[in-house]
């Protein structure tokens, strides 16, 4: 393949310092290429293709731009035919942990690795935060007003924290406190579980009121953990002292795009009162589940604390809704104005009503030492059920349906469903059974039609990611992985308590085998019907998508050929090996249809999995489980083939639920011991960890909040240096110009630094940049996902459908060429809109897309001759994360250019993907193009 030196142009020699270049471009190191990398965390020397000696930390005099998490990096000795200052600004140990290649290191990783896991639920809960559909508001701290559905989302954040109380409180509270301690009813002797460790046989002589305050502080310290992981990485990614002053010198314009708010990327603090309220919350419901087990056992005083609790943790909960007004705590002068006060003395009183339930379980007398944990079997089920109608109602929240009056709806469907499965409405009769199925009827109705005949009126649907459900989808994501983890832990420790039960003893007749039997009698671990249901879910699930893609690739993919755009003449002798690699890249495109549909089987089969959860639990009350065990014996021979098809069935649960856990650590330990220290969660964790942390405050922290401001400061250093020695070697200042290129992600970095600069009031300086994006993904994947920060109206570009799922190639056909005339006219008439409603008849510049920000003429992308550039594009088909920024046409357009797709620098013919932009011929000639006549 033919390929140049990574900072050479076209081969001529480099003109003199100060003269202008043989092509017309600006004078030779007057322009900086600030070359920004992506996901793959391409190393500093591989951008500036050069050795690891020859590289070094940028300075300004003799200050390093950069540490040992991020910085600017530039060649030491300039490159053969080098027209422009190289510099890479590498941000990968931003989100990646790192310390050392020892084996204490990569334990350490490892270990980090799976705390970050166990918070992802939390980071799906931000993004679908920034799902939503909001706008700036210039009176409310941050510069934003959240919109519908941002008290769901932060509700349902709240929830998530609770669901992993309510985990860890079922191991240590249900599975070990109460069912692995059990009288024998002779003095000083005991049952405890066999598999337990033998420090925990020093609970025996506590009862059990003073067993589980005991173990108490477990459900504590793991929310406390996963607190103090977030709190470590907001540290570690807060925005340098000097961006976040010089933004606060900056208000939010009434009119302008979110990525154009001064204050978007700067946290200024590292706690928040959302984060009290939810230590709060989870000391509440440790408090609730004690004192729900010690009122069943004895006495009136549980139940009034019990009562306490659960009025606090409701106050709580409306305090976290009602402070969702705004994305950031408004700053106040007065004290007790101050949201972190008030949300310190809600956790003071969570502390004390804490610390009273220890004192009353541990002095209630028990009256039965093995009677079943209820509170523990309950609440699992009522925070699913509740994670679940407000994940349903964030799939509607876009459209303009209130967020609140959909969820009054919804609930009281799902309340009268329950009443109605339960059979807590059989002793009035057939008629009160019919009512509460008629509320349900009524609820369904109230829901969906509002929700339909809204979005009917949203003229931009089609360019939002699955009609406008976004954050619904992005928090069914949370919660199944929420549940996954909660079910691997609790199904997990249940085997492991279980496994004492197999009596194992020396066949002495045949000393190779042992006989393994578990006595008539013996006791169980029980683990909470949810847990279960939801593993079944997790099972279906899996089997759906293996099944959905297998046929998809089978019939669909097995032999298609994707012909646009066409394989270029010099590679036709690998066209085969380019089909093949372009098919699969098309395969992994499908994400969205496949989460909308897998999103759909979620909530199917999780409402019928709690319908039949609340069957078995109230088993007492109705029939109605018995009528199913029924109807099961009848199709599977008899109570034996019943039996049979429990113990598959659990079997196979648990050994999905394992095999999950498995892959977990196994990805949690490849990551830990690779050479490039790859991110704990892949491209999952970029989606979540480059979005501020708005909805839960224990998520992955933002690492754009430093990556985006350091990026707009060092252009503005370049382009107006405080001295010639700050800056050496650039000429004349008001020569200087940026050439900004940015691959996959760190295009999203980039994008996001130029509107930064338009907040900051430095719109004069965009018009000496250009941009080379290559590998990215604004189009089809963050400006669907997250309109409101990357849609057409916000870059400037054609807007693009759903990609398909059931055509060989997913994004034929699926241009929005309608939007791509009256967009700009579009965003003119919002921003004039905006204004007239705020009383200013002047829309703002933080207002304008990214297209008139750089000086691009309307309709540029689609002239026939080629103007002068200011962007391009490079993609390829067989990169499965580059898209197009204009058409996926056929048709050439100014936008858009075709990058080969056989590796340029390798020995062995190896097709293209995602990587490997740099050395192509494709970057050298759109850099020329760019720099021409500049």
């Given at each position: 393949?033919p390929?140049?030196p990574?900072?050479?142009?076209?081969?001529?020699?480099p003109?003199a310092?100060?003269?202008p270049?043989?092509?017309?471009?600006?004078p030779?190191l007057?322009?900086?290429?600030l070359?920004?990398?992506?996901?793959?965390?391409v190393?500093p020397?591989?951008m500036l293709g050069?050795?690891?000696?020859?590289?070094?930390?940028s300075?300004?005099?003799?200050?390093?731009?950069g540490?040992?998490?991020?910085?600017f990096?530039t060649?030491?000795?300039?490159?053969p035919?080098?027209?422009?200052?190289?510099e890479?600004?590498?941000?990968?140990?931003l989100?990646?942990?790192t310390k050392?290649?020892?084996?204490?290191?990569?334990?350490?990783?490892?270990?980090?690795?799976?705390g970050?896991?166990?918070v992802?639920?939390?980071?799906?809960s931000n993004?679908a935060?920034?799902?939503?559909?909001?706008?700036p508001?210039?009176?409310?701290e941050?510069?934003?007003?959240t919109?519908?559905g941002g008290?769901?989302?932060?509700?349902?954040?709240?929830?998530l924290t609770?669901?992993?109380?309510?985990?860890?409180?079922?191991?240590?509270?249900?599975?070990?406190?109460?069912?692995?301690?059990?009288?024998?009813?002779v003095?000083?002797s005991?049952?405890?579980?066999?598999?337990?460790?033998?420090?925990?046989?020093?609970?025996?002589e506590?009862t059990r009121?003073?067993r589980l305050?005991?173990?108490?502080?477990?459900?504590?310290?793991?929310v406390?953990l996963v607190a103090?992981l977030?709190?470590?990485?907001?540290?570690?990614?807060?925005?340098r002292?000097i961006?976040?002053?010089?933004?606060?010198?900056?208000?939010?314009?009434?009119?302008?795009?979110a990525?154009a708010?001064?204050a978007?990327?700067?946290r200024?603090?590292?706690?928040?009162?959302t984060?009290?309220?939810?230590?709060a919350a989870?000391?509440?419901?440790?408090?609730?589940?004690?004192m729900?087990?010690?009122?069943a056992?004895d006495?009136?005083g549980p139940?009034?604390?019990?009562?306490?609790?659960?009025?606090?943790l409701?106050v709580?909960?409306?305090v976290?809704?009602?402070?969702?007004?705004?994305v950031?705590?408004?700053l106040?002068a007065?004290?007790?104005?101050?949201?972190?006060?008030?949300?310190?003395?809600?956790l003071?009183?969570?502390?004390?009503?804490y610390?009273?339930?220890?004192?009353?379980a541990?002095?209630?007398p028990?009256?039965?030492?093995?009677?079943?944990?209820?509170?523990?079997q309950?609440t699992?089920?009522i925070?699913?059920?509740?994670?679940t109608?407000?994940?349903?109602v964030?799939?509607?929240?876009?459209?303009?349906?209130?967020e609140w009056l959909?969820t009054?709806?919804?609930t009281?469907?799902v309340?009268?469903?329950?009443?109605?499965?339960g059979g807590?409405?059989?002793?009035?009769?057939?008629?009160?059974?019919?009512a509460?199925?008629?509320?349900?009827?009524l609820s369904?109705?109230g829901?969906?039609?509002?929700?339909?005949v809204?979005r009917?009126?949203?003229p931009r649907?089609?360019e939002?990611a699955?009609h406008?459900a976004?954050?619904?989808?992005f928090m069914?994501?949370?919660?199944?992985?929420?549940?996954f983890?909660?079910?691997?832990?609790a199904l997990?420790?249940g085997?492991?308590?279980?496994a004492?039960?197999?009596?194992?003893i020396q066949?002495?007749?045949d000393?190779?085998?042992?006989?393994?039997?578990?006595?008539?009698g013996?006791h169980?671990?029980?683990?909470?019907t949810?847990?279960?249901?939801f593993?079944?879910?997790?099972?279906l699930?899996?089997?759906?998508?293996?099944?959905?893609?297998?046929?998809?690739?089978w019939?669909?993919?097995r032999?298609?050929?994707?012909?646009?755009?066409?394989?270029?003449?010099?590679?036709?002798?690998?066209?085969?090996?380019?089909d093949a690699v372009?098919r699969?890249?098309?395969?992994?495109?499908r994400?969205e249809p496949?989460?909308h549909?897998?999103?759909?089987v979620?909530?199917?089969?999780?409402?019928?999995s709690?319908?039949f959860t609340?069957?078995?639990?109230a088993?007492?009350?109705?029939?109605r489980w018995?009528?199913v065990?029924?109807?099961?014996?009848?199709?599977?021979?008899?109570?034996q083939?019943?039996?049979?098809?429990a113990?598959?069935?659990e079997?196979l649960v648990?050994?999905?639920?394992v095999?999950g856990?498995?892959?977990?650590?196994?990805?949690?330990i490849?990551?830990?011991?690779?050479?490039?220290?790859n991110?704990?969660?892949g491209l999952?964790w970029?989606?979540?960890?480059?979005?501020?942390?708005?909805?839960?405050?224990?998520?992955p922290a933002?690492?754009?909040?430093r990556?985006?401001p350091e990026?707009?400061?060092?252009?503005?250093?370049?382009?107006e240096p405080?001295s010639?020695a700050a800056?050496?070697?650039?000429?004349?200042p008001?020569?200087?110009?940026?050439?900004l290129?940015?691959?996959?992600?760190?295009?999203?970095?980039g994008?996001a630094?130029?509107f930064?600069?338009?907040?900051?009031?430095?719109?004069d300086l965009?018009?000496?940049i250009?941009?080379?994006?290559?590998?990215m993904?604004?189009?089809?994947?963050?400006?669907?996902?997250?309109?409101?920060l990357?849609?057409p109206?916000?870059?400037g570009t054609p807007?693009?459908?759903?990609?398909?799922?059931?055509?060989a190639?997913?994004?034929?056909g699926?241009?929005?060429?309608?939007?791509?005339?009256?967009f700009?006219?579009?965003?003119a008439?919002?921003?004039a809109?905006a204004?007239?409603?705020d009383?200013d008849a002047?829309?703002?510049?933080?207002?304008?897309p990214?297209?008139?920000?750089?000086?691009?003429?309307?309709?540029?992308?689609?002239l026939?001759p080629?103007?002068?550039?200011v962007?391009?594009?490079?993609w390829?088909?067989?990169d499965?994360l580059?898209f197009?920024g204009y058409?996926?046409?056929?048709?050439?357009n100014?936008?858009?250019?075709?990058?080969?797709?056989?590796e340029?620098?390798?020995y062995?013919a190896?097709?293209?993907t995602h990587?490997?932009?740099?050395p192509?011929?494709?970057?050298?000639?759109?850099?020329d193009?760019l720099?021409?006549?500049?």
């Amino acid at each position: 393949m033919p390929t140049a030196p990574l900072g050479a142009g076209s081969g001529a020699p480099p003109p003199a310092d100060g003269a202008p270049s043989p092509n017309g471009s600006a004078p030779a190191l007057d322009v900086l290429e600030l070359r920004v990398h992506g996901i793959l965390n391409v190393p500093p020397q591989d951008m500036l293709g050069t050795q690891a000696s020859n590289i070094a930390l940028s300075h300004e005099g003799v200050i390093p731009l950069g540490d040992s998490l991020a910085g600017f990096y530039t060649v030491r000795e300039p490159l053969p035919g080098q027209k422009t200052r190289l510099e890479a600004y590498s941000w990968g140990s931003l989100d990646r942990f790192t310390k050392g290649q020892s084996l204490i290191g990569k334990t350490g990783r490892t270990l980090y690795n799976l705390g970050w896991f166990l918070v992802a639920p939390f980071g799906f809960s931000n993004a679908a935060y920034w799902a939503r559909s909001f706008r700036p508001d210039p009176s409310r701290e941050g510069g934003l007003r959240t919109g519908s559905g941002g008290g769901v989302t932060r509700v349902f954040a709240l929830l998530l924290t609770l669901w992993l109380v309510a985990a860890v409180s079922t191991v240590a509270f249900d599975l070990v406190a109460v069912q692995c301690f059990l009288p024998t009813g002779v003095p000083n002797s005991w049952k405890l579980c066999n598999a337990l460790p033998a420090q925990f046989d020093a609970l025996r002589e506590l009862t059990r009121g003073q067993r589980l305050a005991a173990l108490s502080f477990a459900p504590i310290a793991a929310v406390v953990l996963v607190a103090l992981l977030g709190l470590v990485s907001n540290v570690r990614f807060r925005t340098r002292a000097i961006d976040a002053a010089r933004a606060r010198q900056h208000h939010a314009q009434h009119d302008a795009f979110a990525l154009a708010v001064p204050a978007l990327w700067v946290r200024r603090r590292v706690n928040s009162p959302t984060g009290t309220l939810h230590l709060a919350a989870s000391l509440h419901l440790v408090a609730i589940l004690l004192m729900a087990d010690a009122a069943a056992q004895d006495g009136s005083g549980p139940v009034s604390l019990l009562s306490v609790a659960a009025v606090q943790l409701v106050v709580v909960t409306v305090v976290v809704a009602a402070w969702s007004r705004s994305v950031r705590p408004p700053l106040e002068a007065d004290f007790w104005a101050r949201r972190q006060v008030w949300a310190s003395l809600l956790l003071a009183a969570a502390i004390l009503t804490y610390i009273a339930s220890l004192i009353v379980a541990s002095t209630t007398p028990t009256t039965d030492q093995a009677a079943p944990f209820t509170a523990g079997q309950l609440t699992p089920t009522i925070i699913l059920v509740c994670l679940t109608i407000l994940a349903t109602v964030g799939c509607v929240v876009r459209s303009g349906y209130k967020e609140w009056l959909a969820t009054a709806v919804l609930t009281v469907g799902v309340v009268a469903l329950v009443i109605a499965v339960g059979g807590w409405l059989d002793p009035l009769g057939w008629t009160a059974n019919a009512a509460a199925i008629g509320v349900v009827v009524l609820s369904g109705v109230g829901f969906v039609v509002p929700y339909m005949v809204l979005r009917r009126r949203d003229p931009r649907r089609r360019e939002h990611a699955w009609h406008g459900a976004g954050p619904g989808v992005f928090m069914f994501m949370a919660l199944v992985i929420g549940a996954f983890l909660a079910s691997a832990v609790a199904l997990g420790t249940g085997a492991y308590l279980r496994a004492g039960r197999l009596l194992s003893i020396q066949d002495r007749g045949d000393p190779l085998f042992r006989d393994v039997s578990i006595p008539r009698g013996a006791h169980d671990i029980a683990v909470p019907t949810v847990f279960w249901a939801f593993g079944g879910v997790l099972v279906l699930m899996v089997v759906f998508v293996i099944l959905l893609l297998g046929v998809i690739g089978w019939f669909g993919l097995r032999k298609a050929v994707i012909a646009t755009p066409p394989v270029d003449d010099s590679e036709k002798l690998f066209e085969r090996d380019i089909d093949a690699v372009r098919r699969s890249s098309a395969f992994m495109q499908r994400a969205e249809p496949l989460l909308h549909t897998v999103s759909w089987v979620i909530g199917v089969t999780v409402t019928v999995s709690l319908a039949f959860t609340v069957m078995r639990q109230a088993r007492g009350q109705t029939g109605r489980w018995a009528w199913v065990l029924g109807v099961l014996e009848t199709w599977l021979g008899g109570e034996q083939g019943l039996s049979a098809f429990a113990a598959f069935a659990e079997w196979l649960v648990l050994m999905c639920v394992v095999i999950g856990a498995l892959a977990v650590i196994g990805v949690a330990i490849t990551n830990a011991t690779s050479a490039h220290t790859n991110r704990p969660l892949g491209l999952l964790w970029d989606l979540m960890a480059w979005l501020p942390r708005a909805a839960h405050p224990f998520g992955p922290a933002c690492f754009a909040e430093r990556a985006v401001p350091e990026l707009a400061d060092r252009m503005i250093r370049w382009l107006e240096p405080a001295s010639e020695a700050a800056e050496p070697g650039g000429g004349d200042p008001s020569h200087r110009r940026v050439l900004l290129a940015t691959h996959s992600l760190g295009t999203v970095l980039g994008v996001a630094s130029l509107f930064h600069l338009a907040a900051l009031g430095r719109t004069d300086l965009l018009k000496r940049i250009r941009l080379l994006t290559f590998g990215m993904q604004l189009r089809p994947y963050f400006g669907r996902f997250f309109p409101e920060l990357f849609g057409p109206e916000v870059l400037g570009t054609p807007g693009v459908a759903a990609p398909s799922f059931w055509s060989a190639d997913p994004w034929k056909g699926k241009d929005i060429h309608e939007s791509s005339a009256p967009f700009a006219a579009r965003a003119a008439a919002s921003r004039a809109q905006a204004a007239a409603h705020d009383g200013d008849a002047s829309p703002s510049v933080a207002g304008t897309p990214l297209t008139e920000l750089l000086d691009i003429p309307a309709g540029a992308f689609a002239l026939a001759p080629r103007p002068q550039p200011v962007w391009i594009n490079l993609w390829r088909r067989t990169d499965y994360l580059g898209f197009p920024g204009y058409s996926y046409s056929a048709e050439p357009n100014n936008l858009d250019r075709v990058a080969l797709e056989m590796e340029p620098d390798s020995y062995m013919a190896r097709v293209a993907t995602h990587a490997n932009y740099l050395p192509t011929l494709a970057y050298l000639q759109a850099r020329d193009d760019l720099l021409a006549g500049w």
